[in-house]
């Protein structure tokens, strides 16, 4: 693996992430090409469908990306995506994530009233909280 490249693998999925520099794309596009033919070898399919590429970018003049093919398709490029339960947008603010969060958070009442929220008393929100954080109990 090129040092300008990390793969990150969380249950089922699978991140690629690499530094372009110098508009050299070659070591990211070699790493795409290795973890596809891995993937081939130990009989392990990549969903192209659900494959998306996000570019971010801060240079003042960006050029066109042209896109990954694997296996023949074309991988979708994207400006915003959702990893590890969190939003990123390609221009790495947090207005995505806290507009996704928000939105949420108002139908939570709704829910509630509805019944058919688990977390519709603060007691249960509370609690839950704590299941995921235990080691904030600790007071």
């Not at 009989?43 to 990306?65: A, C, G, I, Q």
């Not at 969190?86 to 009442?109: F, G, M, R």
Request: proline share 4%.
């Amino acid at each position: 693996m090129h040092s300008s490249n990390h793969i990150i693998k969380f249950a089922e999925d699978t991140t690629v992430e690499g530094l372009i520099s110098k508009n050299d794309e070659s070591a990211y596009r070699k790493e795409v090409q290795r973890l596809t033919d891995w993937c081939r070898t130990n009989n392990l399919s990549l969903n192209v469908d659900k494959t998306k590429e996000m570019v971010v970018d801060f240079r003042r003049t960006r050029r066109d990306h042209s896109p990954l093919h694997i296996d023949g398709s074309t991988v979708e490029i994207v400006k915003s995506t959702k990893f590890l339960g969190v939003h990123l947008a390609e221009d790495l603010t947090w207005s995505l994530n806290t507009s996704t969060i928000t939105k949420k958070a108002q139908q939570l009442p709704a829910k509630a009233e509805e019944g058919t929220s688990p977390t519709s008393h603060p007691h249960h929100l509370l609690q839950w909280n704590h299941q995921e954080h235990p080691e904030q109990l600790d007071h």
